[in-house]
């Protein structure tokens, strides 16, 4: 089974408005975190936002926020004011603790492009 | 000056070569990573290291090997380099952070590797 599955391949959204990109994740772990990163066209890996496993409150990162819902294993994405230049690929990633290692297990990306 | 660089940015090489892509990190961080990116598969993990003297096998470590030369050094090569190794690496590093999830990488620009 996927860890991290990201169902959205390709999303638009205009100039200013709010946009909601989609993971899920699987783990028995009870201890886990879940990370953003975006990647522009010029291929570097920014770290946008992160969520721990037992976290109270929603994570949020200037624009960026994380709407965590445990109890359906989603960790969504939400960026608010869109900008071209928020115009890139954005990658959902899963650390679990419990298995060991600090591994990064990333889902296969949502690319968005930001209309005027 | 960035963080974590890697060297070379670009290369092409031929089947059956050795080559040696590099990576340093300012960071003062202990851990190191190596994944690939290939289209429409995300990241995945090659080979990490906690400190200079564990180096540990990701999940598609075959065809590749590793050396941690220093705490802030960390190469990746491939002996006999094939066309199906032709992809986007990155290295990523992170900092100790005991038993909680908040360890996050932070990935270099990446080196495009083609493999005829």
């Known amino acids: 089974a996927q860890k991290i599955t990201q169902t959205q391949p390709g999303m638009f959204v205009q100039e200013k408005e709010a946009v909601t990109l989609d993971c899920t994740y699987d783990?028995?772990?009870?201890?886990?975190?879940l990370f953003w990163y975006k990647q522009p066209s010029s291929g570097e890996m920014i770290f946008l936002i992160y969520?721990?496993?037992?976290?109270?409150q929603n994570a949020t990162e200037g624009r960026y926020s994380l709407n965590f819902q445990k109890a359906r294993k989603s960790a969504n994405l939400v960026i608010s004011a869109s900008q071209l230049g928020d115009s890139a690929m954005y990658f959902c990633?899963?650390?679990?603790?419990?298995?060991?290692?600090?591994?990064?297990?990333f889902g296969t990306g949502t690319q968005l492009k930001v209309e005027l | 000056d960035a963080d974590v660089t890697q060297t070379p940015r670009n290369r092409i090489t031929k089947t059956g070569k050795r080559i040696m892509l590099e990576c340093s990190q300012t960071?003062?961080?202990?851990?190191m990573y190596w994944y690939r990116q290939d289209p429409g598969l995300g990241l995945r993990l090659i080979y990490y290291?906690?400190?200079?003297?564990?180096?540990n096998k990701g999940e598609i470590s075959d065809g590749y090997s590793v050396s941690r030369q220093a705490q802030a050094k960390f190469s990746l090569s491939l002996e006999s380099a094939i066309p199906n190794q032709t992809a986007l690496y990155f290295c990523?590093?992170?900092?100790?952070?005991?038993?909680?999830?908040?360890?996050?990488?932070?990935f270099g620009p990446g080196t495009r590797l083609t493999v005829l």
């Open positions: 990523a590093t992170s900092d100790r952070s005991g038993t909680t999830a908040t360890d996050t990488q932070y």
């Open positions: 783990t028995s772990d009870p201890s886990y975190g």
């Open positions: 969520q721990g496993s037992y976290d109270q």
């Open positions: 990633a899963m650390r679990e603790i419990g298995g060991g290692g600090n591994k990064l297990t």
């Open positions: 960071k003062g961080h202990d851990r």
């Open positions: 290291s906690f400190d200079v003297k564990d180096i």
